[in-house]
């Protein structure tokens, strides 16, 4: 059995089963065959496949995660699916989104989505937003048991998070980037002094944001479809009851060194009283709310020390103005005839720098988006910092220049260099 009550009432299990034809006329629709399998469960049995059955689950994107969450979730019987998506497919989606194929390129992700459950469960009700989440249209999540975050962005990932615990709704959450992959759950009004949510991971995007996507980095293919997996999984056990959640645990997933690991994640005092008024007044707002109440008794956030950083001048400074790629290249030349004197940091992953980088510089894979750690630099020496795009190096620039160094960005990154590049040569 779960330590969580099952999202699913036996009223609600009751209800569908009513609705499904007069009693005794039929066999319940957790009879079906079709769900044998899962109803032979140790501790699943009929009854949890009742509630899967008249669950309602919203599952936001429906591309690398949400595509294969979509599809276990149809086949395991879930009552009614929404999907939130404003994208179309591309050719470049169907390397890891192996629900669409050529022929969808161009359509819209959530319609075809749709159209593959239907095929595939045609007594699941799908319901289709083709619109990109928002403030303007988080009412969406309203009527639901669960949301499944699957999206790809910083700012999603909090409006997902702000809006779920405003309506008191867990989230199953997933991330994929190049070989890892991570898997938690978040519940804001969860019982017992466990409330925790996507804030408590991540209590604020990195400085001037993080943007860079699969497009950026990459990722492996199936790497998408075994973290849809296990959200899907999530989302079963919440719904019945069954088993225990990953809420306060993240699982994080390294692909390509084949391990998994486990982080615990407890809300901090300060925040557990902070949401608690909020909860509160949510309370006070909405007498019959029936979700279960959070508990301010959460623990200490558990964190890990960071290797202590280089000294570095006191006096924070603003990161200077970015510099372009022709700049760069006149002080490339200037810093090889010994007339100007520059720090070039990459702060791509190591793997990254081997495939292509710029001359001269100095590597701090990961500095202002996972570590503080850097090589020493000299305070009196100005530091332009590039990554592939721009987002990681504007994060590493302003803790730079937090800690006093004279830095600056070079506008668009590598792909920007290499941009110029290629037109030179087309010249």
């Not at 070039?344 to 793997?351: A, H, I, K, N, S």
Request: charged letters at 25%.
């Amino acid at each position: 059995m779960s330590s969580l009550p099952p999202l699913v009432s036996s009223v609600r299990v009751s209800a569908a089963r009513a609705a499904a034809g007069p009693e005794g006329s039929a066999t319940a629709p957790e009879d079906d065959v079709r769900w044998s399998r899962s109803v032979r469960l140790p501790g699943f049995g009929l009854d949890a496949q009742g509630r899967l059955r008249a669950a309602r689950v919203l599952v936001v994107g429906a591309g690398g995660l949400g595509a294969p969450v979509v599809q276990y979730l149809a086949a395991s019987g879930v009552g009614t699916l929404g999907m939130v998506d404003d994208d179309v497919v591309d050719r470049s989606n169907l390397q890891r989104q192996v629900l669409f194929s050529p022929s969808d390129v161009g359509r819209p992700k959530a319609r075809v989505a749709a159209e593959r459950v239907r095929a595939a469960a045609p007594e699941v009700e799908v319901v289709v937003h083709p619109v990109r989440l928002t403030a303007e249209t988080a009412s969406l999540l309203d009527g639901y048991d669960l949301v499944v975050d699957g999206s790809d962005s910083f700012d999603t990932c909090y409006l997902v998070a702000d809006e779920a615990a405003a309506r008191g709704l867990p989230v199953v959450w997933g991330s994929v980037s190049r070989f890892d992959g991570q898997v938690s759950v978040f519940w804001d009004a969860a019982p017992d002094g466990r409330a925790v949510d996507y804030r408590d991971l991540h209590p604020a995007p990195p400085a001037s944001g993080w943007d860079e996507s699969c497009a950026d980095v990459g990722v492996l293919g199936p790497l998408c479809g075994t973290v849809g997996g296990v959200m899907a999984s999530e989302a079963v056990k919440l719904l019945t009851g069954v088993g225990e959640p990953l809420l306060g645990r993240v699982v994080t997933l390294d692909a390509l060194g084949g391990s998994w690991r486990e982080s615990r994640l407890r809300r901090a005092p300060h925040r557990a009283a902070e949401r608690e008024r909020a909860a509160a007044a949510r309370r006070q707002a909405d007498p019959e709310e029936s979700r279960v109440e959070p508990s301010a008794s959460a623990g200490p956030v558990v964190t890990t020390a960071s290797a202590a950083a280089p000294a570095a001048p006191s006096e924070a400074r603003a990161v200077g103005p970015d510099v372009s790629a022709d700049d760069l290249d006149e002080l490339l030349t200037a810093r090889e005839e010994g007339v100007a004197e520059f720090t070039l940091l990459d702060v791509r992953e190591t793997d990254e720098h081997d495939f292509a980088h710029l001359p001269g510089d100095v590597t701090a894979p990961g500095l202002g988006v996972r570590t503080r750690q850097r090589p020493e630099l000299d305070p009196a020496v100005p530091v332009i910092v590039y990554c592939a795009r721009g987002p990681r190096a504007r994060a590493a620039a302003d803790l730079l220049a937090g800690e006093g160094f004279d830095v600056a960005v070079l506008d668009g990154g590598m792909l920007g260099w290499q941009l110029r590049a290629d037109a030179a040569a087309r010249r």
